[in-house]
């Protein structure tokens, strides 16, 4: 059992490696499970770690890593051949750093492997509430419930009786969003693909409304049945169609904090949006934005996020898919829907 | 000579009328010159005042208000039959107001005809620099200005060293824009539908460069010459095509304050835009504004200005057509670009 591998030892490593650069769709044949080995020790001198992966978290911005940039993207572009990284909950099971001691649960990026070595420690977060489960530091205690409180509260400026629509309302960044609107005082209405999401935004998460944009034949239509007074705030989670429609539905002054457009991403030609010209005429402020550029509110939000989950005044959804061999699929899942709220891939149970 | 005409009397006043609601293309046929009468006195016991009106503006958005609406737009549309209104500079031939008497010369609201009874003069500005062009009052120093001021300041953010690109650059905005810019201390580069608009932009108006969008294979090719950085304040004018190109060429964290989308105004059907996925990857903010919500800054604005325009800092360009008969066609120009620089009529010579 490798939880009990020793310090020094060397441990077979399953990783799951991207294949190739991913045009258009994304197939488990652009991802491959293989296995190499790795030392449980740092280079003698190093101030790296050795973790051992427990969670790592499926993201939709993972798909465009896979594609080639000619010009730098945000993010570095993942390479053929190396191990997919991204944000995780993992053990310490080596140190070179006086900050981190065998034994000690973070959260950081991390390989999607069982054990990495992280050369510069420094960016990883200490666990302050082990007493939550671990898997929710890839998700409402992690960057998720970050890019939800900051893209909503910095970027969307809410004020209470606010009207505010979440697209992909039941997924991980959308429960949350949904949540803390209600908190605000907001009358809130997600979509969502399926009816039993749509079920569980009305129940578990307390949405005011609901609907299933997949069977909506009019999104347009349904927007309007929602929103009869129109929309204060969008957050912005799959672009395309759903934006354009929105657009024709928001009010004077609304703004749309836009946290990902996940409809597009595997697409080689974006879909077109038609309805741009209502931001002049609505006065509508569209903005990007990127949950690394508030890593230094991340204690004020992690008090407030757990103080909310103690309390049960937030709920938490997620879908955890067992083992690095599920891993491709579940990220795939991703852009159909598959999952049900935040998609996890447990690497292994502490 | 209609100047002349004494208080009290009743005298022809010709008029620009719409004739029907207008779908697509405007066209001459959709306007009427007519001619009614005005009388040059305020009904008993009323506050309203008497215009003789001097210059009128031509704006893209009165496009708009030609469309029959089903729910109501940001301004009313306007209504067949009756005379349009727009932005302009008038003298006071009677009055039943104390703030205002006859002679003052004002700017405002007014009606596309030679007099016009205006029943709230509240809403109209007194002209404070009658030394200066008093068509100046319709642009640089009326809405015009104050939308390139207010958008380009409060919207657009800029820091020194920014590079700025400015559509429809040597137009009524643009052209101040761009020279708001360079005072500001800006990379500026601007497009414009003609190699003459393209010369007025880099020798007249200061521009670091130009560019003629029509004879531009690749919109985007010719963003990444004039911009190898990158552009940090797109500020719109036209929308369309060039919005969809610049969007590839921002960078981190830019802002595109959304003045107009001239290029959309006659369109049934808008073209569609495909990467507006790069407002995620690049935090972008678009923003929509309007100069009615910066008429608290007026004073300030036109004292500001006023200091560009004596000190020879700000050069203002217009192209003034003479009379209302020529009104509909003026209006009609701005779509296809004829007019260069602010296009303004001029109803009477003082």
Known sequence: MAAAAAEG??????????KRYVTGHLTEDDMEVVTGAARLAVPPGSAAVVLKNLYVSCDPYMRGRMTKHETPSYVPD??????????????????????FKVGDLVWGI????????????ESLFKINHPELPLSYYTGVLGMTGLAAWAGFFDVGKPKKGDY?????????VGQIVGQLAKLKGCYVVGSAGSDEK???????????DAFNYKEA????????RCFPEGIDIYFENVGGPTLDAVLLNMRSHGRIPACGMISQYNREQPEGM???????????????????????????????MVGYLKEGKVSYVEDVAEGLEKAPA????????RNVGKQVVAVARE
Not at 164 to 172: I, L, N, R, T, W
Not at 200 to 206: H, P, Q, R, S, Y
Not at 217 to 224: I, V
């Open 9 to 18: 030892q060397e441990v077979p490593n399953k990783r799951v490696i991207l």
């Open 78 to 99: 993942f390479v053929p051949g190396e191990v997919l990284v991204n944000f995780g909950v993992s053990k310490v099971v080596a140190s070179g750093h006086p900050d």
């Open 110 to 121: 991390t390989g999607w492997e069982e054990y990495t070595l992280i050369p510069n420690p």
């Open 164 to 172: 505010v629509f979440v697209s992909a309302a039941s997924g991980a």
């Open 198 to 208: 749509v079920n569980l935004l009305k129940t578990k998460f307390g949405f005011d």
């Open 217 to 224: 034949q009019d999104l347009n239509a349904a927007l309007k």
């Open 274 to 304: 038609r309805n741009l010209s209502s931001v002049v005429a609505k006065r509508l402020r569209i903005e990007g934005f990127m949950v690394s550029d508030y890593i230094g509110e991340y204690r004020r939000f992690e008090e407030e």
């Open 330 to 337: 579940a990220l795939i899942g991703l852009y159909s829907g």
